[in-house]
């Protein structure tokens, strides 16, 4: 009798065990945080968690690297140049910010190991206001000849407002200023971008931006360049003593310059492999130049051409 009871209730024990293994196991699951596309992201980054949705004041380029979050409103409050690569260069040596390996697609902020020191890297974020304080001349500068001075890359809903930025030395450079690269929803208002960056403003394989009330001046080859780039506007810009003035490869579609002045710029002006539009600008330029994808609607052309007889249309409207 005894044998058979402990014959019948081993199976009975075993059965008990098993549902409560079970139960342990689907407790555990359910108790388990659920991390979406989003948040998964936002921990790849390495600099300090700010909460999203909030305006950040700032006064060095440390706090404004650290602010570079999703979901972020920054306000710089400093009308003294911040040295954004000193700050770079602390954070890395704080292991905070890390190398950006080629072909990530990692989300946050990096840097990239250049000739003559490190480049700032902004990455997968979006929903970013960048904005100097009304009344404030708010810049930041780049030591590095070799470094962009901000670098956006896969961005989406960028803006950045009443900002200074350009490069600490002079003359021959290799870094942009400002570049977004494979962007989306850009606005870039107030702003001046000055050499000795190679180009004032990069867009590559970005699209919907918006230029406004910006100055570029000084870069060793053009103001504005643009590869792969859709539906950019610029208004009531100033372009003037740089290398060039505005490159275009044969990718570029929808692109529009208008009430904007391109003066003082050296050597060729229009280097466009695709058709830009340019509305009520005013053009001074006295150096042979090619025009044949510049249309001109209602504007100002004073200017010398290489195609001795093949003046611009200018179309009034």
């Known amino acids: 009798m005894k044998r058979y009871m402990k014959t019948a209730l081993w199976p009975m024990t075993m059965l008990l065990m098993a549902a409560l293994v079970f139960a342990s196991c689907k407790d555990t699951k359910q108790k388990a945080p659920v991390i979406d596309d989003e948040e998964e992201e ?24 650290l602010a570079l979050r999703s979901n972020t409103h920054i306000i710089i409050n400093n009308d003294v140049p911040m040295n954004i690569t000193d700050a770079l260069d602390d954070l890395i040596d704080e292991g905070r910010i890390t190398l950006r390996e080629h072909g990530s697609n990692a989300g946050g902020l990096f840097y990239l190991d250049e000739y003559d020191g490190n480049s700032l890297v902004v990455a997968r974020r979006h929903d970013i206001i960048i904005e100097g304080k009304k009344g404030l001349d708010v810049e930041f500068i780049a030591t590095p000849s070799y470094a962009d001075v901000i670098r956006f890359e896969n961005c989406k809903n960028i803006q950045v407002k009443n900002i200074t930025m350009g490069h600490k030395v002079t003359g021959g450079c290799s870094g ?13 208002d107030g702003c001046n971008l000055y050499g000795c960056g190679v180009n004032g403003l990069t867009l590559d394989h970005s699209s919907k931006v918006n230029v406004s009330n910006t100055q570029l001046y000084g870069c060793s080859d053009y103001g504005v360049q643009m590869s792969s780039a859709e539906n950019a506007t610029f208004n009531k810009c100033s372009i003037y003593d740089n290398g060039g003035g505005i490159w275009t490869d044969e990718y570029c579609s929808n692109v529009l310059f208008e009430k904007c002045e391109l ?55």
Do not use: W
């Not at 790849?44 to 949705?53: G, H, K, P, Q, Y």
């Not at 058709?275 to 100002?300: A, P, Q, W, Y």
């Open 42 to 65: 936002e921990q790849e980054a390495t600099v300090d968690d700010i909460e999203a949705d909030e305006t950040v004041e700032v006064s060095t380029a440390r706090e404004f690297l």
């Open 263 to 317: 003066y003082g710029n050296h050597g060729q002006l229009f280097f466009c492999y695709s058709d830009i539009t340019l509305k009520k600008c005013s053009v001074k330029h006295h150096h042979d130049d090619i025009t044949g994808n510049v249309k001109f609607r209602d504007c100002e052309v004073d200017m010398d051409y290489a195609e001795a007889e093949e003046y611009p249309d200018i179309e009034e409207d």
């Open 176 to 188: 942009d200023v400002l570049v977004f690269n494979q962007c989306k929803d850009i606005t870039v």
